[in-house]
């Protein structure tokens, strides 16, 4: 991810350099877990990626900290953790399932949950399972549906139903929260009455 954003690459092979001369620029145990609070388990399953993510990220916040007060302290300093995060990786929503996904480029986490709160059936048209029945947006949010990037194709999500990957007409069906948001920019908003947040911790309906 951070290879679309510049100068981050160079920032990041400085904070590795860093990090060479320094171990203890910055506390190893802390930085786990405040990176796993921020990645909500985008990267589950993919344990190799997860690492390489870490890494990046870790680096980053060394770069950001190096030679400043935060630098060598036994706890992580959130405000910075969070930019280092944002640099490398970018934002995360969350899915039906309660999952993390990347967002979409210039996308908040509320404009996401909102999107996925409003969406309709038009919006899932061609969607069907293996068997060819045709998917709703009730079948989605009722069977904790996960969204799962695309990385060659940043803000596209395929979709997983109960460990179904749905299908369309010409493949793998793909779902483009980035359209949908310029195509209706109402669904940005705040849901609408009678519709779900995807999972929230907070449950029920307003």
Not at 60 to 78: C, F, M, T, W
Not at 100 to 123: H, K, Q, R, V
Request: hydrophobic content about 40%; cysteine-free; charged content about 25%.
């Amino acid at each position: 991810m951070y290879g679309q954003r510049p100068g981050m690459a160079t920032a990041i092979v400085r904070g590795e350099t860093a990090l060479e001369l320094d171990s203890k620029l910055v506390p190893k145990a802390a930085f786990q877990n405040a990176f796993n609070e921020r990645a909500q388990g985008v990267f589950a399953g993919r344990p190799s990626r997860n690492d390489a993510m870490m890494g990046a990220v870790l680096a980053r916040y060394a770069d950001l900290v190096n030679g400043s007060p935060l630098a060598n302290q036994k706890e992580i300093n959130s405000d910075v953790m969070d930019q280092a995060f944002a640099d490398v990786i970018g934002q995360v929503g969350r899915d039906w399932a309660g999952g993390g996904f990347l967002l979409p480029p210039d996308m908040t986490p509320d404009e996401a949950s909102n999107i996925l709160a409003n969406l309709d059936d038009d919006d899932l048209e061609g969607a069907v399972t293996g068997f060819g029945i045709p998917v709703t947006v009730e079948d989605l949010r009722d069977g904790g549906a996960r969204l799962l990037e695309r990385p060659t194709q940043p803000g596209t999500y395929n979709l997983d139903l109960k460990g179904t990957v749905l299908d369309d007409s010409g493949g793998l069906f793909i779902l483009d929260l980035a359209e949908i948001g310029a195509r209706r920019p109402e669904a940005l908003e705040p849901r609408r009455a009678g519709h779900f947040f995807p999972f929230s911790g907070l449950g029920g309906q307003q």
